[in-house]
C-alpha cells in the first residue's frame, strides 16, 4: 500500500459519544429533549463557533442560561464522552504507523477537543492532524479535503480515506480521494 491513510475521530477511532445523559443532566432538561439540540448545533460548533457560543445557543433553545462557567463544565464532560477509543482501531493504528504508512487524521471536531486530542497517547501515529474547528471548514465541504491534501503534499488519488459517514465518504471522493465508510477495523486491514 502506498500513500496516506485518511482517519475520520468519532466512531472511527472512538466509539460514540457516551456524555448526552450528564450533559442534559448538568443542564437540568429531558435527555430527549437535549439530545436534537445537541445535533442541531453541533456543525456550527465543528466549524468554528467558539465553547460558549455552542453551549449558549444548545441552553437557549432549551430555555437554560448558560454562563462561561456552566460552558466549561459541559465541554469537560462533552470530550470526556468522546474520548472511549476502540482498542481495534488502536491496534491498526499502530500497525499501520510500524509499518512505516504515512497517517493523517481529518475530524469535525470544535477546537477545544482538538485540544485534548493532540496530548493523547495515540495522537503519535498521525503525521498530519486536520480538525475542521481550527480551519473553519468541515466535511463533506470539498474545502477540507482540498485543505488536507495540500497539507499532505500528494494527489487527492494517493490518500485513502475512513469515515462512518456516507456523506463525509461522498465528499471526499468527489474530492478525489479513494474513500470507504468505516466498517470496523478489520475490514479496514483488509481494504489496505
Known amino acids: 500500500m502506498t500513500g496516506w491513510v485518511v482517519f475520520d475521530y ?7 459519544t457516551t456524555a448526552l445523559p450528564e450533559l442534559a443532566a448538568t443542564l437540568g432538561v429531558p435527555l430527549a429533549e437535549f439530545e436534537p439540540q445537541y445535533w442541531r448545533l ?3 460548533y465543528d466549524r468554528g463557533s467558539s465553547d460558549l457560543e455552542y453551549w449558549g445557543g ?9 454562563d462561561e462557567s456552566t460552558s466549561d463544565r459541559l465541554t469537560e464532560i462533552d470530550i470526556r464522552g468522546w474520548s472511549d477509543v476502540r482498542e481495534s482501531s488502536l491496534e491498526l493504528l499502530a500497525g ?4 512505516g504508512v504515512p497517517l493523517a487524521l481529518l475530524s469535525n471536531a ?16 498521525f503525521r498530519v492532524r486536520v480538525f475542521s474547528g481550527d480551519v473553519g471548514v468541515a466535511k463533506p465541504d470539498a474545502e477540507i479535503f482540498e485543505l488536507l491534501v495540500a497539507r499532505l503534499g500528494v494527489p487527492a488519488g494517493d490518500c485513502v480515506f475512513f469515515d462512518d459517514r456516507q ?20 475490514a479496514a486491514r483488509a481494504l489496505l
Do not use: K, T
Open 10 to 16: 468519532g466512531e472511527v477511532i472512538c466509539g460514540r
Open 42 to 44: 453541533r456543525d456550527a
Open 58 to 66: 444548545v441552553g437557549e433553545a432549551l430555555g437554560v442560561p448558560v
Open 96 to 99: 499501520l504507523s510500524e509499518a
Open 110 to 125: 470544535p477546537s477545544s477537543f482538538a485540544r485534548f486530542a493532540e496530548r493523547q497517547d495515540w495522537m503519535r501515529h
Open 167 to 186: 456523506s463525509n465518504v461522498d465528499g471526499a471522493r468527489a474530492a478525489g480521494l479513494r474513500a470507504h465508510v468505516w466498517d470496523g477495523a478489520e
